[in-house]
């Protein structure tokens, strides 16, 4: 063998040694970290355990101990603080909590956890602002939005709201009209609402009234109940009934399932179903109507759309939104009759300032008709809320 060779030789002896003494250490490192994450895992799962048996004392200390270790471990002062909140020990529980957030901004869990420790030690102004931060980054999140609801209800409950529509046609039908102007009372427990509704069309008005509730059963869990009565009946239904049930499932999801029940001269029953999704600022929505009868009149509608959300509490919003079928929720004689059509449309809701919200939408439809060229119909809807 050369020298060159063997040279060379040598050269690649050490090359692979120097890998094996690379990939050793990478080895060490993996186990290491794995060995860390247990020894993290296992000592926040026995402290939780204890926590939730009424050994609070024992968690404690179990959690300053790996915090002594591990400083920046965000769950553990997480769990730390909580039990310290759940101990009543409300101004120790700020501070970490604080800690959290400073080292994690966005941790939604930490602020949460300090939401609930402003409520509890009484601090109703500083909790509202951690909800209303909470829901600027997650408008879905069923705690940040149950206790913003009971806080804003406690102290400014009162809603006065009025609104127009129009639905203008392109075949030479004068044009609808429908107002309203209702009021809103907010109670811990949810919404109750009582509207007043008049509509002109085809030369006749009409006049409804209606009142709603929305309850709060728990975070993520509520409900919508509506009754409402026609002075006519010429174009509202002589009695009207409305009922749906909302639950948050988790993964940021929501379903509702309910039903409506519209009286003209026949009884007829709407169903609907609804999945929601919110995804950060964002939420998507489905939504489908069945009507079961004979002929046209059974029929279904699908609805779909999404919004964005902004503004500092995130309650401000923009959107658009698509139909197929009947072009929004069954209110009246006029939108039973309508034929199936598409529907595409935009709709906003803005708070202004801290006492107006201003919302409206718009959409254009067009309708299949059997004995004559396609209808197209344009609706805007606008509307101002004033909050004392």
């Not at 769950?75 to 603080?81: E, I, N």
């Not at 705690?143 to 009162?158: C, F, G, V």
Request: aromatic share 10%; charged share 20%; proline share 4%.
């Amino acid at each position: 063998m050369g020298i060159d060779e063997a040279a060379r030789l040598r050269r690649s002896e050490n090359a692979g040694l120097a890998r094996r003494r690379s990939l050793l250490l990478l080895a060490l490192i993996v186990i290491g970290s794995v060995r860390a994450a247990a020894g993290q895992d296992d000592v926040l799962v026995k402290a939780r355990a204890a926590a939730a048996s009424g050994h609070r004392a024992d968690a404690l200390t179990m959690l300053e101990a790996r915090l002594a270790e591990t400083p920046r471990d965000g769950d553990a002062r997480l769990l730390y603080g909580l039990v310290l909140s759940w101990e009543g020990r409300y101004d120790e529980a700020r501070r970490v909590l604080q800690q959290v957030l400073t080292q994690a901004p966005g941790y939604t869990d930490a602020r949460v956890a300090l939401m609930n420790v402003e409520y509890w030690s009484g601090h109703s102004t500083e909790a509202l602002a951690q909800a209303r931060q909470i829901l600027a980054a997650n408008p879905g999140h069923a705690t940040a939005r149950a206790m913003r609801e009971r806080l804003e209800a406690a102290a400014r409950p009162w809603w006065a709201t009025t609104s127009y529509r129009s639905d203008s046609f392109d075949d030479g039908t004068e044009p609808w009209h429908e107002v309203a102007l209702y009021v809103t009372r907010r109670t811990p427990v949810g919404s109750l609402i009582v509207r007043g509704s008049g509509a002109s069309r085809f030369d006749m008005d009409d006049q409804l009234m209606e009142i709603e509730f929305y309850p709060r059963f728990r975070p993520g869990t509520y409900a919508f109940l509506n009754a409402g009565f026609a002075t006519d009946a010429t174009l509202y239904p002589k009695h009207r009934f409305a009922f749906d049930l909302y639950q948050s499932i988790g993964w940021g999801l929501e379903v509702s399932g309910g039903a409506r029940q519209l009286e003209f001269d026949t009884s007829t029953q709407i169903y609907v179903g609804t999945l929601t999704k919110y995804l950060g600022s964002w939420m998507f929505t489905g939504k489908v109507y069945y009507v079961p009868g004979e002929g046209p009149l059974n029929s279904t509608s699908y609805h779909g759309g999404f919004r964005r959300y902004f503004g500092s509490d995130g309650t401000s919003y923009a959107g658009l939104v698509y139909s197929h079928g009947f072009s929004r929720e069954i209110r009246n004689l006029v939108d039973l009759a309508t034929l199936p059509s598409d529907t595409v449309g935009g709709e906003f809701d803005i708070l202004l300032g801290t006492r107006l919200r201003l919302f409206g939408s718009g959409g254009r439809s067009r309708t299949e008709r059997p004995v004559s060229s396609p209808l197209r119909q344009t609706t805007i809807i606008t509307g101002l809320s004033v909050h004392f």
